[in-house]
């Protein structure tokens, strides 16, 4: 029998967690309580490292109807009837025990958070980091977790429609699984997760549970991934089959009138979807574990509650409505049975075979411990912000060169060897899918559109978090501005290492005030999202990256402008940060930087108040039809970004204008608050009046048209050396050959 110590460490409890638990108890609890306990004070159920820091994120907005934190996901109120429900969320560490299926289920789970709500699934995103693909363990990783990613995202029938990819080697062996998923549901349709009214059922529906995931809230969210313990049992197995006929019952339930709460199965199964379902309705629960249909011979109370086995759903019945419910639930031959009912005394009690196996109450079980440490400045500032970007050398190489080795590197290099696996048209309101700065998705028997984009930084934010956190923010609203939308809000992931470290604990709480700054200066609230922390690896913690997934509206569909230039003949601008000199401090965190010249070093910055000036001025500007195309300037530079919308677009680039200081910098820099328009000649001088009002700085860059690609004397080469450049890296890169 393992010892007290050896239990605790298996749930990520310390020993003087154990004692609050005793204190609060008034006795010792027996093993399924203590799981219990630690599987819902847990880092990734209880946020014991992260709550006071998210506090800090603004959530006022007009559009928004249920507070952050409240529920499974965020909702936004579309118009006075649609609502739009959407969160992100993580599988980093089962994806790097089990890439294909720590990914399916991430799908998997991300999407029955939508459903909880009584929302319809409409898209899926997913941002995703990895080791470099020169390692074949990386590789592997790689190629497991698309493979999972679409497998699981195809079968249910939601399209994949967007997100990044990004290679380092802070992420080699813990790679970064976010997923993010947007619903739509009509106002008078949510579902809420509460338990209310004393005496209603509890239907446990869906997939038979089995032994797969236990301990993966505590076991495997909440810790330091070691080489030495066996996590493989950690992980779910998904069944995307049945999870698309759980949507269509669980949907068609919901719209029956028969619900006063559902609640999806996720990290913690029954433990938390039962304690937290009572919690929000100010009740209690009683569960008979002798009626949850097993998959597996012989299982424990204990294996019972904690099991993540995948595609379930608990329903709360109003009372009077089980025929209802039963009924729905036979037609689409889903498995379903009557574990419970609903109580008012704030406890849960659980029993077994006519035995009872746990009672408690209901408040500690959900009010773990909150943590709050003092940062310290980490160890590697000393180096990269002191670094002098002036002294470096100018390289060799012709900067039609570099151009070419930017537009084939991993980071920057057409995802489309990924996305082409990925059912983006499913459902057909794809109006843009992967590939651009934004999604965008018609609202059928509506004129409008919703727009979704998913952006982070890691490289920044290890070099200057608070900056980093901003950035990520800002981007992922500049992508939704970028196709012509109105951010309404944002959802978040913060992947970080270890919150008890002091130097990981700054990098964290400098992020989450770099984001919430940027959130105010934009006027985007946080609504949803997840903290996934203990991100390391044979003890190196990953980038500290924030993820952000940004949502917003175009009032007219038709108004929504891609990244490809269009027409010959456009003239294409600069709009927003400074002007194109060549300023070395712009180097800092470029993947330029990092790929010739093998250095991440200096600090990025943004001006946000700019930042809201630029992203209200193309918005402003495709709003009365003056732009051709629109795309933010970000990985890679200025040049990088003209090239992506000339290689999209199928049409070539001439320009020159006036260069002073560094060449690469005035290139390849990744100054921020910067986007490249193209429009007709005859709209110019309406932006250009549009961008004084506002106070956004305008520079022409040159004419669209022909079959090459020239910057003055600088770049001159081909628009199919180009294209070809930036298609093929990434494959290249699979293969070997990069």
């Known amino acids: 029998m393992a010892s007290l110590r050896e239990t605790l460490d298996d749930l990520a409890l310390s020993e003087e967690?154990?004692?609050?638990?005793?204190?609060?108890?008034?006795?010792?609890?027996?093993?399924?309580?203590?799981?219990?306990?630690?599987?819902?004070?847990?880092?990734?159920?209880?946020?014991?490292?992260?709550?006071?820091?998210?506090?800090?994120?603004?959530?006022?907005?007009?559009?928004?109807?249920?507070?952050?934190?409240?529920?499974?996901?965020?909702?936004?109120?579309?118009d006075d009837d649609l609502c739009l429900v959407f969160k992100i969320e993580s599988h980093n560490h089962p994806s790097a025990v089990e890439p294909f299926q720590g990914a399916a289920t991430g799908v998997g789970g991300i999407v029955r958070d939508i459903l909880a709500m009584g929302a319809r699934p409409v898209a899926l995103l997913n941002s995703l980091r990895f080791g470099p693909l020169t390692g074949e363990r990386d590789r592997a990783l790689f190629q497991g977790v698309v493979g999972g990613i679409s497998w699981y995202g195809n079968c249910i029938g939601v399209p994949d429609v967007g997100g990044e990819i990004f290679f380092s080697p802070s992420y080699s062996g813990n790679p970064l699984v976010n997923a993010m998923c947007v619903g739509l549901a009509r106002r008078d349709e949510l579902v809420f997760a509460g338990a209310t009214g004393p005496g209603n059922p509890i239907f446990l529906v869906g997939a038979d549970t089995g032994r797969d995931g236990i301990h993966g809230a505590s076991g495997l969210a909440s810790r330091?991934?070691?080489?030495?313990?066996?996590?493989?049992?950690?992980?779910?197995?998904g069944n995307p089959f049945l999870e698309k006929v759980l949507i269509e019952a669980c949907l068609e339930v919901a719209a029956s009138g028969a619900l006063v709460g559902m609640q999806d199965l996720g990290a913690a199964g029954l433990t938390s979807s039962v304690v937290e379902s009572a919690d929000k309705g100010a009740g209690g629960a009683e569960v008979d574990l002798g009626q949850v249909l097993r998959r597996e011979e012989g299982m424990t109370p204990y294996e019972v509650m904690l099991s993540e086995s995948q595609e379930r759903m608990l329903l709360f019945v109003e009372a009077g409505q089980e025929a209802t419910v039963t009924t729905i639930l036979e037609k689409w031959d889903l498995p379903f049975t009557l574990i419970g009912r609903v109580t008012d005394d704030g406890r849960i009690r659980i029993q077994d075979e006519g035995q009872p196996v746990a009672d408690l109450p209901v408040s500690p079980l959900t009010s773990p411990p909150l943590y709050t440490l003092e940062g310290v400045v980490p160890d590697h500032y000393s180096e990269t912000r002191s670094f002098d970007l002036a002294t470096l050398a100018l390289p060799e190489d012709k900067p039609g060169e570099i151009l070419l080795r930017l537009l084939a590197s991993p980071n920057i290099a057409s995802k489309r060897p990924v996305f082409r696996q990925y059912d983006h048209q499913v459902q057909t309101n794809t109006v843009q899918?992967?590939?651009?700065?934004?999604?965008?998705?018609?609202?059928?028997?509506?004129?409008?559109?919703?727009?979704?984009?998913?952006?982070?930084?890691?490289?920044?934010?290890?070099?200057?978090?608070?900056?980093?956190?901003?950035?990520?923010?800002?981007?992922?609203?500049?992508n939704v501005s970028c196709v012509g939308a109105r951010p309404l809000a944002i959802t978040d992931c913060l992947n970080f290492g270890n919150p008890e470290d002091p130097q990981i604990y700054f990098q964290l709480e400098q992020a989450i005030t770099g984001m919430a700054d940027a959130c105010r200066a934009l006027g985007v609230p946080v609504v949803s999202g997840n903290v996934s922390l203990y991100n390391e690896a044979d003890g190196q913690a990953i980038f500290p990256t924030p993820v952000v997934g940004a949502v917003g509206v175009?009032?007219?569909?038709?108004?929504?402008?891609?990244?490809?230039?269009?027409?010959?003949?456009?003239?294409?601008?600069?709009?927003?940060?400074?002007?194109?000199?060549?300023?070395e401090a712009t180097l800092g965190g470029s993947e330029y930087l990092e790929l010739v010249h093998g250095v991440v070093a200096g600090v990025p910055a943004i001006d946000l108040d700019l930042e809201a000036r630029l992203q209200q001025c193309v918005q402003q500007s495709v709003a009365q039809r003056l732009l051709s195309s629109a795309h933010d300037c970000s990985d890679g530079g200025l040049a990088v970004a003209i090239a992506e919308s000339a290689i999209q677009g199928g049409q070539g680039f001439g320009g020159g204008f006036p260069l002073e200081g560094r060449w690469d910098a005035a290139f390849f820099g990744e100054a921020t608050s910067r986007i490249i328009v193209s429009l007709a000649a005859t709209a110019v001088p309406q932006l250009q009046a549009l961008a004084a009002r506002l106070g956004v700085p305008l520079t022409n860059l040159g004419v669209v048209g022909g079959s090459g690609f020239t910057i003055g004397t600088w770049i001159d080469v081909s628009l199919s050396d180009i294209a070809d450049a930036w298609n093929g890296g990434l494959e290249q890169a699979l293969s070997g050959q990069a």
Not at 35 to 52: D, R, V
Not at 561 to 574: H, K, P, T
């Open 17 to 78: 967690e154990y004692g609050v638990i005793v204190e609060r108890l008034g006795r010792e609890p027996n093993l399924l309580e203590l799981g219990m306990f630690g599987s819902l004070w847990s880092e990734h159920c209880g946020y014991k490292h992260s709550k006071p820091l998210l506090r800090n994120f603004p959530s006022d907005s007009p559009y928004l109807l249920v507070p952050p934190g409240q529920e499974n996901a965020g909702v936004l109120e579309l």
């Open 224 to 237: 330091v991934l070691e080489q030495e313990r066996e996590l493989r049992s950690a992980v779910q197995v």
């Open 433 to 478: 899918g992967p590939g651009g700065d934004a999604a965008v998705l018609r609202l059928r028997q509506t004129n409008k559109a919703i727009a979704l984009s998913t952006d982070g930084n890691g490289r920044y934010t290890y070099l200057d978090p608070y900056q980093g956190g901003a950035i990520a923010v800002a981007e992922a609203c500049r």
């Open 554 to 583: 175009l009032d007219d569909a038709s108004l929504q402008v891609s990244s490809a230039f269009q027409n010959e003949g456009d003239i294409v601008l600069l709009l927003g940060a400074g002007s194109v000199t060549g300023d």
